[in-house]
C-alpha cells in the first residue's frame, strides 16, 4: 500500500503558490517540493493533488492501493462526490490520474495529522519565491 500526502501553500500577497508531496512506500518517504502555477489556494490544492499523483507514477505500478490524505475539505468532498462547482476540470483530472490504480482510498485529515506535506509545502515556497 502506498500513502500519499499533498498539501499546498499561497502567498496571500503575491499569489506565488507551491506545494508539498509526501509519498511513503514501504516505509521509505519520498518527499518533493514543487512550485505551483495557482494563484489562489483551492486551485493550489487540487494542483497539488494532480501533481502528487502525476509523480506517483515514477515510484510504483498502477496495481498498487494508494491512501490519499488532503487537509483541503474542497478537495476531499470534490474527489467523494466526483463534482466542483468551479473545479470540474481539475476534478476530472485527478479522477483520471487516480483510475491507474487498483483502488484509491480519498481521506479528509486534519492540519495536524498533514504535518510532512504542509512543513514541504512551506519550505517549497520559500525555496521558489
Not at 36 to 64: I, M, P, V, W
Not at 87 to 115: C, F, G, H, T
Request: glycine share 4%; hydrophobic share 35%; with cysteine.
Amino acid at each position: 500500500m502506498i500513502k500519499l500526502y499533498t498539501d499546498a501553500a499561497t502567498m496571500n500577497i503575491s499569489g506565488k503558490s507551491a506545494a508539498g508531496i509526501l509519498i511513503i512506500i514501504d516505509g521509505k518517504q519520498h518527499q518533493i517540493k514543487a512550485p505551483l502555477e495557482a494563484t489562489d489556494n483551492h486551485s493550489a490544492e487540487f494542483e497539488a493533488c494532480s501533481l502528487g499523483f502525476k509523480l506517483l507514477d515514477q515510484y510504483r505500478s498502477s496495481k498498487e492501493i494508494v491512501c490519499y490524505y488532503t487537509d483541503s475539505k474542497i478537495v476531499y468532498q470534490s474527489l467523494e462526490k466526483n463534482y466542483a462547482k468551479h473545479y470540474q476540470s481539475q476534478v476530472d483530472a485527478i479522477k483520471l490520474s487516480q483510475a491507474k490504480y487498483q483502488i484509491v482510498i480519498n481521506n479528509w485529515i486534519p492540519d495536524k495529522k498533514n504535518e510532512g506535506a504542509h512543513k514541504l509545502a512551506q519550505q517549497a515556497l520559500h525555496k521558489f519565491y
